[in-house]
């Protein structure tokens, strides 16, 4: 049976295990798929030794991936990420499909369309990388990255190239933007602990959408400042988490699995 796996560390309660093993079983398809402990400096030689056909990649692994890998796709070097890894014969090819299950997730789950809206991008770290490319290529109107370093928000701004639509701010800038038709939480901070600083409410409106791309107690302080500032919707990343695994299955497999029975389990199991 082939076998494939999630890095990550910490790595013991993923959800991609109980995920892929949903889609494996709608589509009939036979195979192994487990959740494996691994950091920066142990990655190469467990992936080496796991024997797997294909692997997911999350924190922190994601660069570390990308650097290993011989060949990326377009979407994967626009992130400098890489969340799905496939085994070929020259060696391990890398692609990134956080950003389309992100679009996926918003636009087909959710009923959000994303063309010429203004978007708020919280975060320049990996995440933030990972989802922005997804975001412009979806038509948005304009793309503003806040990071508390700025630095990294400029960074992140001109990896993008797309200087008519894309601006960086540092985090004091936050009360002189405006409103957002959409708001994205790619900070760390609801893993970490350390609360984000705080969030002016004229940020939002009645029509905003915010998504936080953590879920479970991670994307509480976020969604409930969303709901308090009036969003129309305060979403978490569960539905992302979801339809990112869903296209890796489809770089594997070639099958897109229906992904709303899987939701629905995965949604149960975290509420
Ligand atoms: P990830 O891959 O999850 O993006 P990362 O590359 O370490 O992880 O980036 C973490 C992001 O969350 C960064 O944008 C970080 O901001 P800084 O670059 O200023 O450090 C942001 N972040 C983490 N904790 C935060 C907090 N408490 N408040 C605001 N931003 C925070």
């Not at 692997?55 to 990308?66: D, G, R, S, Y």
């Not at 014969?89 to 956080?98: E, P, Q, R, Y």
């Not at 302080?221 to 890796?248: I, K």
Request: proline letters at 6%.
């Amino acid at each position: 049976m082939r076998r494939y796996a999630v890095f990550g560390s910490p790595i013991a309660h993923s959800l991609s295990p109980r995920i892929h093993t949903a889609f494996a079983r709608q589509t009939g398809i036979a195979l192994e798929y487990l959740a494996i402990e691994a950091t920066r400096d142990t990655f190469p030689a467990i992936l080496a030794a796991s024997g797997v056909a294909g692997a997911n990649i999350t924190l922190p692994l994601k660069e570390v991936a990308f650097a290993h890998c011989r060949s990326v796709s377009a979407r994967a070097r626009r992130a400098g990420a890489v969340n799905t890894l496939t085994r070929t014969d020259a060696g391990w090819h890398g692609d990134n499909t956080d950003g389309a299950g992100l679009v996926r997730d918003l636009t087909e789950r959710h009923g959000v369309d994303l063309r010429e809206r203004r978007v708020l991008l919280l975060g320049a770290g990996g995440a933030a990388r990972g989802v922005a490319p997804a975001l412009l290529d979806a038509g948005i109107d304009a793309l503003y990255v806040v990071n508390r370093n700025s630095a990294r928000a400029d960074a992140l701004a001109d990896a993008l190239g797309d200087p008519a639509r894309v601006h960086a701010r540092g985090w004091d800038a936050l009360p002189t933007l405006g409103e957002f038709d959409l708001l994205v939480n790619a900070t760390s901070a609801g893993q970490t602990g350390t609360p984000l600083p705080p969030l002016p409410m004229a940020l939002a409106a009645p029509r905003s959408v915010a998504v936080d791309l953590a879920y479970g107690r991670a994307a509480v302080p976020f969604t409930a400042w969303a709901r308090a500032a009036g969003c129309a919707q305060a979403l978490d990343g569960l539905g992302m988490l979801v339809e990112q695994a869903a296209e890796s299955f489809q770089c594997w497999h070639g099958v897109r699995p229906d992904t709303d029975p899987v939701y629905a389990d995965v949604r149960r199991l975290t509420d």
